[in-house]
T-cell receptor
């Protein structure tokens, strides 16, 4: 079945560092891909999405490009802030209409 | 803005109790979901519903049931709560179109003692 694999966490960075969180997927068709963010004590919020190959999703300085050839959707940000500390989830959806999530990556940014 | 509202942020229940977690969405979405979130395990799908009175089992349905009598409301039921059901429960909804994201409620942290 469909699956999503994220890089292991937790990830700890200093403020203004470059961030990459890796995400790869397995799917038989052409899924849509998402990054969600969960701040402490809250539900999940959509961060960005891409619906077809080579699409780039972007929001709040974060970017991710849908790479069909490598089945990847890595999340990047050029300069992280303390307020970016959260748990990040990569997810896909197709066909059966249920979201499939990665295991989540906890990010901590130190001042 | 889409709003998905879960009835409680925090709940404490005793072992063996019947527990109802309620979720309401205000955007006429066809699909609704219940996930549980546990450290190191990510989000796991319990049940989902793609229409009123329709439901399908997710990955971990054991010990749970659901009810969807109206389009806007999706209830998760723990028939006899156990300590291993202590977890964060997240409700989500989305329109019935493939490329559209899901919208989440704020979560219910359930503790079974």
């Amino acid at each position: 079945g469909d699956s999503v694999t994220q890089m292991e966490g937790p990830v700890t960075l200093s403020e203004e560092a470059f961030l990459t969180i890796n995400c790869t997927y397995t799917a038989t068709g052409y899924p849509s891909l998402f990054w969600y963010v969960q701040y402490p004590g809250e539900g999940l919020q959509l961060l960005l999405k891409a619906t077809k190959a080579d699409d780039k999703g972007s929001n709040k300085g974060f970017e991710a490009t849908y790479r069909k050839e490598t089945t990847s959707f890595h999340l990047e940000k050029g300069s992280v802030q303390v307020s970016d500390s959260a748990v990040y989830f990569c997810a896909l959806i197709q066909g059966a209409q249920k979201l499939v999530f990665g295991q989540g990556t906890r990010l901590t940014i130190n001042p | 803005d889409v709003k998905v509202t879960q009835s409680s942020r925090y709940l404490v229940k005793r072992t063996g109790e019947k527990v109802f977690l309620e979720c309401v969405q205000d955007m006429d979405h066809e699909n609704m979901f219940w996930y549980r979130q546990d450290p190191g395990l990510g989000l796991r799908l319990i049940y989902f519903s793609y229409d009123v009175k329709m439901k399908e089992k997710g990955d971990i349905p054991e010990g749970y049931s659901v009810s969807r009598e109206k389009k806007e409301r999706f209830s998760l039921i723990l028939e006899s709560a156990s300590t291993n059901q202590t977890s964060m429960y997240l409700c989500a909804s989305r329109p019935g179109r493939v490329t559209t994201e899901a919208f989440f409620g704020q979560g219910t942290r359930l503790t079974v003692v």
